[in-house]
């Protein structure tokens, strides 16, 4: 079965030039314990040029739901059953508010973190810059993210200065 593409902003213009797969959701469990599995939001996430902890996130903050992000396996899961119907719905307005440009449309954006830790969009198709969604919970976890992938590098940066300081020596 060969894997269905959707446009970004929803519509269904032919020949849109920003695609994503359709998101595939599977439930697995029974009774109380029942899970819905995204198995494309790896995919999902890199059309959208986001990381697959915020937009799992942001389904997660959107149904209510509790998430767990399987990176080793390309997904993720949301408890409770949900349609792949109503998760393509919830993507698709995550594409509104936190991907697509206020002013020109296109999904050519980049989430800035401020110093004061503020979220900004920056467009690289037309060069605006403006806030994102202000007031959604999902802006805490973008902090907390970037926060984390600041670190991370930062730790990288000085592990590999101290093997290559300990090398010339």
């Keep these: 079965m060969s894997e269905q593409w959707v446009n970004v902003d929803g519509s269904d213009a032919e020949g849109y030039r920003y695609t994503m797969p359709r998101v595939c ?18 995919d999902v996430a890199t059309a959208l040029g986001r990381t697959p ?6 389904l997660s903050i959107e149904l209510g739901a509790q998430c767990a992000l399987d990176a080793a396996a390309g997904g993720g899961t949301l408890n409770g059953t949900h349609t792949a119907d109503a ?10 508010h936190f991907v697509l440009c206020a002013r020109c449309a296109l999904p050519e954006t ?11 969009c920056r467009c690289t ?34 592990r590999s200065a101290a093997a290559s300081g300990g090398a010339s020596n």
């Design 53 to 58: 902890r915020v937009l799992l996130r942001y």
């Design 25 to 42: 959701a599977k439930h697995e469990g029974r009774g109380n314990g029942v899970k819905t599995r995204v198995t494309n939001l790896c």
């Design 125 to 158: 198709a037309c060069g605006h810059r403006g806030a994102v969604a202000e007031g959604h919970k999902l802006l805490a976890h973008i902090v907390k993210d970037a926060a984390r992938a600041r670190s991370a590098a930062a730790g990288a940066s000085r």
């Design 87 to 96: 998760l393509q719905t919830l993507v698709h307005a995550f594409a509104r």
């Design 110 to 120: 980049v989430l800035v973190v401020t110093k004061k830790g503020r979220v900004r």
